[in-house]
């Protein structure tokens, strides 16, 4: 075993099983257009790879500084943020969202009937803060979500208030004034949802900060984590390094959905979206993680305290039970048995009920099949980039755990 095996406790000949299982199940057969692989145990990198392409039309191989649209990796990074306010002393978990937007007080909660002859009863408790973090607010996607087939009568009402984020105009007032509008699809904190509870928790950091959502994140998170190409938008002189998006056709073959030198991407965001508007590349992702996996300190910065972040990836969800209980909609970037979730994060409850290794980790995804997961027992840290939408098209995370807990020989 190499001096950097015995350090990271993990076999690089096994490791290398990556390579052929991408090189064979996804390159070759042109299932994804690329990828980009990142695995650190213990602080050092014990595998980075880069496959395949980051454009086909314009025939770039996948660069070592690619950047990706994250989509819903997006959410961590604003659950965290929101969370450095908590520390801070703004507020507490269980404070009521309308502290700080009057228009969600008194909200009211879906029964029955649509349109004119919806009824509505008015809400057991307020939003909280715990509940927008943890999706238990009874919010919607507003039927913004793909594979949705029949849609909730409420999201009418959102599409009819244009509720929107990416592309959208609203400022982050308007954004939560309009919501607050809506009904509730349930009574807070009694059922999880995927919704946009993640762009309202991107709302009050800027309502709660004083301070630009972007400029927030730019003071608080990524200039001290050296995250130098995360961002809300690509710059004009980094557009080169931006990569493709693609969605797997009716015949299984690659279909160009997002061309980087025409993408929203490349403007300047009308609304920088907390739950899913962020670009960035695999080593500021890793250096995201590694802060994570050390309890909220990298390089002598220290973004959240210990403890914190301990109680963010505990399970919130009621009674202690997992998503496949509690869960409501059948669309989300993770599987619901044995998956508990707490502040920003899903968390694997236990190895039997996933049929997947790496109990006590936490994790999200993105809309173009990016994954992360820090375990913190194990000490590691996995970032997985690609760009093939949607997310649910193959089982990335399940397939890499596998090949990655199986090259842990320490």
């Known amino acids: 075993m190499d001096a950097q095996s015995q350090w990271t406790g993990l076999d690089a000949a096994r490791l290398e099983r990556i390579d052929e299982h991408m090189e064979r199940a996804y390159i070759g057969p042109q299932k994804i257009a690329g990828a980009q692989i990142a695995v650190a145990r213990r602080g050092q990198l014990a595998y980075r790879k880069s496959f395949g392409s980051m454009d086909v039309e314009r025939g770039k191989p996948m660069a070592d500084d690619a950047i990706f649209r994250i989509y819903s990796m997006t959410k961590p990074i604003t659950s965290v943020a929101l969370m450095t306010l908590y520390e801070k002393g703004y507020f507490q978990l269980n404070d009521p969202i309308s502290r700080y937007v009057p228009s969600w007080k008194n909200p009211r909660v879906y029964v029955s009937g649509e349109d004119d002859s919806m009824v509505t009863e008015p809400a057991r408790r307020p939003v909280s803060f715990r509940d927008v973090l943890g999706h238990m607010s009874g919010l919607t996607y507003g039927g913004g979500l793909p594979g949705v087939g029949v849609q909730h009568p409420v999201d009418k009402l959102y599409r009819a208030l244009k509720v929107r984020t990416a592309g959208g105009e609203d400022s982050m007032q308007s954004f939560l004034d309009k919501l607050g509008q809506v009904p509730l699809v349930y ?141 409501l909609g059948s669309f989300s970037e993770t599987a619901n048995d044995g998956v508990g979730f707490g502040l920003g994060f899903a968390s694997t409850m236990g190895e039997v009920e996933t049929g997947a290794l790496g109990a006590g980790d936490y994790y999200w995804g993105g809309a173009a099949s990016t994954i992360f997961w820090v375990d913190p027992k194990e000490e590691l840290s996995v970032v997985f980039m690609t760009q093939l939408m949607p997310s649910g098209t193959f089982n990335f995370r399940g397939q890499l755990k596998s090949l990655i807990y199986s090259a842990i020989v320490d």
């Not at 160009?256 to 025409?262: G, H, K, Q």
């Open 187 to 327: 009574h807070p904190g009694e059922r999880w949802m995927y919704s946009l509870a993640t762009d309202v928790c991107g709302a009050l950091v800027e309502v709660i900060s004083g301070k630009p959502f972007d400029h927030y994140l730019q003071d608080e998170i990524f200039a001290p984590l050296g995250m130098k190409d995360t961002a809300f938008s690509v710059a004009p002189e980094k557009i080169d390094r931006f990569c493709a998006n693609y969605q797997r056709g009716p015949d299984k073959k690659l279909k160009l959905i997002d061309d980087p030198a025409t993408s929203a991407f490349s403007r300047p965001a009308s609304f920088m979206s907390g739950g899913g508007g962020l670009t960035g590349t695999t080593d500021d992702y890793l250096r995201f993680c590694e802060m994570l996996r050390r309890g909220g300190e990298l390089d002598g910065h220290r973004i959240l305290g210990p403890r914190t972040l301990a109680m963010m990836h505990m399970n919130h969800l009621p009674g202690g039970q997992d998503l496949s209980t509690t869960a």
